[in-house]
DNA sequence: AATGAATGAGGGTTCATTCAT
DNA sequence: CATGAATGAACCCTCATTCAT
């Protein structure tokens, strides 16, 4: 029986990781100190590490537990979904739907870091491209579930197209995090969520 | 050993960002020590401050002289070129003729990462904006050109289109770099071209 | 050992200026490093930096502090003293009282150099110059109360006076500093009474 | 048979000499760089050290011929007068006369700095000591040619007031080196020299 | 459990000195 | 002679991590 109750320590654990998504979000993984996060944090140093053993495993957790939430959020977002064409249409309305705020390009940001760091270690780059292959084939289903139904061409290559979705997804979001304002995000979208779906329905 | 040529001088800078490139990519620029390179270079730790006032002037120096380079490369291998159309197969040739090693897989990280770290800098965010301009609009103006020759919809945006296709290009690096050998980079980079071919084109 | 005192801290505080102006009386300020005031109190190079965010900002702390409680002191034992005659040969006697050690030289040397550094800093160079006034000032109100209270003669002029003072008194002490035993520190200054009384005072 | 005339290479050195004083003048001894110094005298670092073996010894040599000179000077100065009276009155007007530029300033903190440098050093304490002996018992001897000429009081200590003397001279140049403008330099001088005049002479 | 003082390895940078040309 | 590129020890400072309280 803890003095502090277990629900009480997940909240701190949660609102630790929050401070330093921020962080990472203002100043990169490296460049932000772990007084940077107690400071935001408004805890002490020792407590951190109480909850994570190093500054890196509090990355990697924190990195680790936003994919798969955000892929789990993903799923069940489509259970309401029956077509293909639906499904693809509710995969652009997500990035669609997003407010193009500063804080979200800083979001973005932390995310291609971790891209562009993970395969400088062993062990994360096999995480990352699981993560990659998981998306990917999330959308091969979506989309092999069309040709089934014969929304979709049966000469389209599933595995190919979800790949190019994705390259899509991210690298609009790399340069629009980088270029901001005066990018052309939602038409981008529109595009090409026109094209694809051209390139891929039966109609 | 003074008194030396400025060919030398020039020469021995190039060595320097070299050596600084490929460290870069091993372990990303933070990461990267100035000993690192000067173990790569086999100089003194010294001499680089000779050529370069500091790491990050080297960093931005190496980033700028290559970002320039490349871009100057790229306009020149056009000019044999006429028709929209053989530009725009030729675009897509840079990055199929690639080879897909290692070193290529590191060096797009490089490039990457300065894409993600330049807008934490007040100077290299508007430098990285205008290198995104300078690219989207080198593609508008092929495409302008395809639609007065009558090779391209006159209904196709320019610029949207420029910006999806470096969207992709950035994008399919970007997970290659990170998910290697079982990427499907050359398939997705024709069928990206097919299917934008088949977008745009009038025939 | 966190969760301490106040005081402790002060105590901390004082202990680490006490050996900065230990290690500066031994080898200046600019050929002392941190290491060596590490070494000399016993703790770790990071800690300093918790108290003093450079050396520079530890030298100047150090040396604001140290005259501006010399000043203080200086003031407090004149309280007691009502006639000019009495203070001007209390301030001798603070000079004359003084202990003629190899510490005692250091300690000049370490505030002669402050004098030489300051004019090198747009900062410091005004707070000596004040400093220098204060110091004058003190006497050139003790001198008018005695002009006042017919001690002193009415033509002596107060400023230039209290001037030649302290510049006797630096001067003084600058070159015992470097000349040590063999210096007739205590002739002189009884000497230099003797000839100050008498040409200021009026019998 | 040299290559280079002796002339030439005498004038080189002191050359090096005189850019080594400006330089010092500017920032101190420490702080001035090797580079400075060739900056100021645009010649190039390996000759340098054709002249002098190291930093160290540059800086020696010129404070010690700096010294010599002036002394020597000081005595010639002197030959031409007879009368103690008339030579003290001489030793007051080489500081009345002195032009209160910046860059004399400057080239009394050089001196101070070497003062309070010396004693930190085995063997320059030992020259400094001398000097500051050569410079009193110069002094010294005309105060004792005027006792015995009768112009000075027979009960003066000669040492003593030589002394004073040179500490009231130093102290001066120090505070004015640091408060500059608005020193009374010129009123002190006036002062003092009254002051000692009235208190060693005769009449 | 929570704190934050303490540690010290390691990083970027400087600069006196050397020596090949 | 003169040059200035090259060297590397040494410096100041940072910051992840520990642990006494």
Redesign the interface.
Known sequence: MPKVSEDYKERKRESLLESALKCFG???Y??TTMDDIVAYSNTSK?LIYNYFKSKEELYLTLMEERTNRTFKNLKERFEKFSTAKEKIEELFRIYKDKELTEDW?KLI?VH??F??????QENT?EI??NR??QYRDFLVQIIDEGKNAGEIKKEV?S???A??F???????C??Y????E???YM??FN??EE??M??ILTT
Chains 1, 2, 3, 4 share one sequence.
């Open positions: 203002e100043k990169g490296q460049s020792g390009r940001r291609m870091e891209w562009i760091i993970s395969p400088r780059n990352m491209s990659y292959k290559q595995d190919i197209v790949s190019i994705w390259a899509f997804i991210d690298g609009t790399l340069h995090s980088v270029v901001g005066n990018y052309s038409e981008q595009k090409t094209m694809i051209k390139y």
